[in-house]
């Protein structure tokens, strides 16, 4: 069809950002079916385009074939929340994932189970279920290390698990206790840096910050249970999307049945979302996406400790480089957050002293640890980290200029 | 800007039913905010467009006013998990929910607290954690009298609370024991009748139903906790989107305690979506959209009506007429399910008997009931509607043709 210079103009004029993804969706829609059967976005692709998924007793390429006679059957037993393929998980989208595990370096899907869940958060949940022993009568036992993420410790106490932290558990229980489940973020919130299991029996590991704009990848993680989430990968938090790998197969049925049977799976609408942020985020091998990430990052440290450098009031945390397998140079991990110490013996609620400076982070204790810390989030907006950087070097500027308390 | 003939059907032949929808996505991140906010589909509205939702320290109809002085903070706490007044949930879709249930008048939304959910399926025990006693060491007792939806034993087995039949615990217990939770589901699953609660104290009301397409309307629904979803509404089983209309306070908070700390609240696309399929079904007050309903559920149940009146064999169950508010006038039920019951001394497992001829349905023990009956699920495809017809017209004749088993 040809469209003249004036015509594109005034196509153009209508649509711009949009325009790839409208002509997609109509596109797909326009499929034809036979009207006993639809195309789906994220539906399985054959020759470069997603094919007819038909209705019961129909089938051919477009579902024109019917065949009512002899074994088939007709459905009337389930409902949508199943994709064709009886999964409440899209295929396309798991293929992605392994896909950007496989780029980035960052974890072994070989041989591994993938669930999908509301956010990691809902992920810690189902697989504290899924190691829990058969004896359901006693609450399970979960435990992490301060400073460790609150929702380890609120999920607990919700549904009924007995929460503590590991060191303490370790000090006054038997290591043959084998049926304590300890959660261990690694790189860690706050801090970023890598961390160990301090029990080292069943655990989860959350490793929502485990991307090249966080931290060097120096091998992939090879653990049991693996969590991840899009909301630390490309921002998109309201999303809510986020997938454990599990190596178990028994863990993994057990992990897969909670999500089913709490929320009957997630949103196929999220799942969309996830398949095109990831499509984007894998373009060019993941290059330009992960170079934006870590480049942002990593000025955003080099601002900070710059300010940091000339305070003795506050400090951050020590930075330690490691070799990174997905850009292949030895670095500094650029943490998600800034975890400030307050030096001053009189300083014991530092977030009090930042909010003083008019800066709101969040204190120590919520991580169990001491309120000399407090976490700052590096994730917002180029405004708001602009903002952050004006009150910190306001804060050290005064701490320069007077010794008294603001 | 003048559009020739020509070049409208240039412009049309690119795109059709995802005009206006692709329109109002471009606009609206069209509108400026100075680079220092954004505008969303689903944010707050003012003189008939979404309002720029300013990053911290700016202000102004336009996001240009920065005031960096006084009391302004930089939150660096916070994460994209809420809107920007500080919320889980979207206030536009609320407010289109209430708008919803006044128009319908199926539930009395005054003074009612909201939340949403991954599902009305979420809700269930989220609203068991609402209403259980603080005393968390003990389990909560939950009932629900037979049939019931399968789920609701399900989640307790999951969340460690006890499920029992409701008239079990009743014939064995005294009737002081004021923790018992009851489920009840109102019009009900399977057989779509009203209910009532078996014991008469803590009770949640799954009113998935409860809409003019599947009962009339006789009254709106006016109980301490009601929970709905858009699965039984529009169809869109997948999104994931349900909500709970709570009258007290203290059970409200912890309702939404427990959503917010099982994953952080709900997908912001899910509530997007939500907000849009609402959209559409309040065009012209309703009434295309749940004529359109009620229109194809009537129909396929005087076909049923027809083919059930042919036979001894099956049965289904009995509707009684009422009157409905909505359509002003005296009408039968039209249930999601056909609940069908095998008359026969010798069909025992009625599910066999129909899987014998090409029809897979929900067997009796699914829902504590007896095998005798199966429930067919009448909410699908035409095509899949046809196809059950035609496979019980089958069935029905052979019956007429011959009374041995097939």
Redesign the interface.
Same mark, same amino acid.
Request: hydrophobic residues 35%; negative net charge; aromatic residues 10%.
């Given at each position: 069809?040809y469209?003249g210079r004036?015509?594109k103009q005034?196509?153009e !004029?209508?649509?711009?950002?949009?325009k790839k993804?409208?002509?997609e969706?109509?596109a797909v829609?326009a499929i034809s079916c036979s009207?006993?059967g639809r195309a789906f976005l994220d539906g399985p692709i054959s020759g470069g385009q997603p094919i007819c998924e038909c209705?019961?007793?129909?089938s051919g390429v477009d579902c024109s074939e019917f065949s009512?006679a002899g074994?088939?059957?007709?459905?009337?037993?389930?409902?949508?929340?199943w994709y064709n393929d009886d999964t409440m998980m899209s295929t396309e989208l798991e293929k992605y994932i392994r896909q950007l595990h496989s780029l980035v370096g960052n974890a072994n899907t070989e041989g591994r189970y993938l669930v999908f869940?509301?956010?990691a %958060?809902?992920l810690l949940?189902a697989a504290v279920?899924g190691l829990s022993s058969q004896n359901?009568s006693s609450?399970s036992t979960v435990v992490a290390s301060a400073p460790f993420y609150q929702?380890f410790k609120?999920?607990s106490?919700?549904?009924?698990s007995n929460f503590e932290d590991a060191n303490s558990w370790k000090s006054n229980n038997s290591s043959d206790d084998t049926d304590v489940i300890e959660f261990v973020t690694s790189p860690s919130n706050p801090g970023g840096e890598f961390k160990t299991p301090v029990l080292g029996g069943k655990t989860i590991y959350d490793q929502v910050y485990f991307w090249p704009h966080f931290t060097p990848v120096p091998a992939p993680s090879d653990q049991d249970v693996m969590i991840f989430s899009i909301?630390k990968l490309t921002?998109?938090?309201?999303?809510?999307?986020g997938w454990a790998l599990i190596k178990d197969k028994d863990v993994y049925d057990k992990v897969s049945?909670?999500i089913k049977?709490?929320?009957?799976? !997630?949103?196929?609408?999220?799942q969309l979302?996830a398949l095109k942020l990831l499509k984007v985020v894998l373009e060019d091998d993941g290059r330009p996406f992960f170079e934006f990430g870590y480049n942002t990052m990593r000025d955003r440290w080099e601002r900070l400790t710059l300010v940091f450098a000339k305070s003795s009031r506050f400090s951050i945390q020590q930075r330690d480089p490691l070799h990174c397998n997905f850009f292949n140079e030895t670095r500094l991990p650029s943490p998600a957050y800034a975890w400030v110490k307050c030096e001053r013996d009189e300083d014991v609620d530092c977030g009090a002293v930042l909010?003083a400076g008019? %800066? %709101?982070?969040?204190s120590g204790s919520t991580f169990s640890d001491d309120d000399r810390y407090v976490?700052?989030?590096?994730?917002?907006?180029h405004?708001?980290f602009n903002?952050?950087m004006?009150?910190l070097n306001e804060l050290v500027a005064h701490e320069n200029s007077t010794h008294e308390t603001m």
């Open positions: 069809m469209i004036e015509n005034n196509e !004029i209508g649509l711009s950002w949009s993804a409208v002509a969706a109509e829609a009207g006993h209705y019961d007793c129909y009512p074994s088939c059957v007709v459905d009337v037993e389930r409902m949508s929340y869940g509301l956010g %958060i809902q949940s279920y359901s609450p929702f609120y999920q106490v919700l549904f009924n909301s921002g998109h938090a309201g999303t809510r999307f049945t909670y049977v709490a929320d009957l799976g !997630i949103s196929k609408d999220t979302r909010e008019n %800066i %709101i982070g969040s976490r700052l989030n590096l994730m917002k907006s405004d708001d903002l952050l004006q009150r």
